[in-house]
């Protein structure tokens, strides 16, 4: 049997005592200190330099630039961890390693952004992070990580740790070998704590129930999908307009308590503190909804379709209309883009994408036919042409199907509608914590190019 090597998460909520629950907050504290004491000694040294250039000291006198690589910085933490934090040995090495991990990569975005390496929105200097609104998180790649029975999770410095659900499913493919942990993210979400393990499988190669099927999905707001087969459309379950009444409500009760002031340095009042978990967690519901519907359809597409064609969506320019922009990011189109981007690979699919000025909606699917104008209002299609009447997505549907007969070859590609094809890479399982982080290598702390570059598809 064929097999592939995959990185794939499996995300476990724990159960903690209230003694792990104090120590694995300890351990978030000990990244959060080690990421703004590296951040404040870069800021330094730049600071620094910067004022010895503007009194005329030419560079080769200048105080030595502070390296951004991960090794230079754990290498000056090291030298004064027992200074910043005399309580460094109450918490893992691997606690302070995230905190230092973390800053080299903002700073690789950072100046990756401006030489124009990075694509998409302009990145910012990282800043400090704060103890009350940063995410809570640490990250293991080293030590004791592994499962202990069926309801338990062992992490470096913390022991064993219960689960709030079986974790059989992950330990049979560790006991077979077709699985070793890599890391493991510990984040503290909505009042709870979860263990996401970052795990390199060897999944068998598949194949869909219908190999040389094509379907086409146009994704929208009032129908979050409709196929251009015979597959019924999937409604938007519309989780976050649902929640709207009982957010504003919990909003409303944060606002009335005692909550936090940075101006007069008033802490918030335990009302308050009740108030802002119990609306945190009704967010968390949301969107733990929205992970649901989203992996149950991409799912079903994946281990039914062999070629699956989706829109390349421009979600970002689309949330600008300031009357679809709650709707646009409740539906996930960016979500569903991603995961059918691994899913397919996995089920030995592939996914088209069809670019973003491909006019799906305007063309005619039966003769062709592409219209000048075709506003948001209008939900049939009717051609002038050869008087066909259909529903919009409907065609819209056929269209991105018809697409998969102009694109040769196999896996993710892209149609751009104007003629040049490209491919695009596929995504990987997880998301940010579950992938290896890039680590940049410079010499000195100044602007300078990047050490490694992302894949770039002309």
């Not at 409604?235 to 005692?258: E, F, T, Y």
């Amino acid at each position: 049997m064929h097999v592939m090597q995959v990185v794939q998460a499996y995300r476990y909520a724990l159960d903690p005592t209230p003694g792990q629950a104090r120590a694995l907050a300890a351990h978030c504290g000990a990244a959060r200190v080690a990421f703004n004491w590296a951040l404040a000694a870069v800021k330094a040294n730049l600071g620094q330099r910067a004022a010895e250039r503007s009194y005329g000291i030419p560079d080769a006198l200048l105080t030595p630039a502070l390296p951004w690589s991960m090794y230079a910085l754990r290498k000056a933490w090291n030298q004064v961890k027992d200074d910043v934090a005399p309580w460094w040995r109450e918490c893992s090495k691997e606690a302070f390693a995230t905190g230092l991990e973390r800053l080299t990569a903002a700073l690789k975005n950072w100046r990756d952004s401006r030489t124009g390496k990075r694509q998409g929105r302009r990145m910012e200097f990282p800043t400090f992070r704060s103890k009350h609104k940063s995410a809570a998180s640490v990250r293991f790649t080293t030590g004791a990580i592994r499962l202990d029975g069926p309801r338990q999770v062992v992490l470096p410095r913390l022991g064993r740790i219960k689960t709030c659900e079986s974790t059989r499913k992950l330990a049979r493919q560790l006991r077979s070998g077709a699985a070793t942990i890599a890391s493991a993210t510990v984040r503290q979400q909505a009042g709870r704590w979860f263990v996401s393990f970052s795990v390199r499988l060897q999944r068998p190669r598949m194949s869909p129930a219908r190999p040389e099927a094509v379907v086409g999905v146009d994704l929208g707001v009032a129908t979050l999908a409709v196929f251009s087969d015979d597959r019924p459309p999937v409604a938007n379950p519309r989780h976050l307009a649902g929640a709207l009444r009982k957010l504003r409500r919990l909003s409303r009760r944060v606002s009335r308590r005692a909550g936090p002031d940075r101006r007069t340095s008033r802490r918030p009042s335990r009302r308050w503190r009740r108030a802002d978990a119990a609306r945190a967690r009704a967010q968390n519901r949301v969107a733990a909804l929205r992970r649901d519907t989203l992996h149950k359809l991409t799912t079903g597409l994946a281990h039914s379709y062999g070629t699956i064609v989706v829109e390349d969506l421009h979600v970002a320019g689309m949330a600008r209309n300031r009357r679809l922009a709650r709707a646009i990011h409740d539906a996930g189109f960016g979500e569903i883009r991603r995961q059918l981007g691994y899913k397919t690979m996995w089920n030995g699919g592939r996914l088209i994408m069809a670019g973003r000025w491909y006019p799906s909606s305007k063309t005619c699917s039966g003769c062709g036919a592409v219209k000048a104008k075709l506003p948001l209002s209008a939900r049939t299609f009717t051609c002038e042409t050869c008087g066909l009447v259909i529903d919009r997505d409907r065609n819209a549907a056929l269209n991105l199907a018809s697409l998969a007969r102009q694109v040769a070859g196999s896996g993710p590609e892209t149609l751009n509608g104007r003629g040049a094809d490209r491919k695009t890479p596929p995504g990987g399982a997880g998301g940010r914590e579950t992938s290896t982080p890039h680590r940049a290598t410079g010499q000195d702390g100044d602007l300078h190019p990047a050490m490694g570059e992302s894949l770039k598809i002309p």
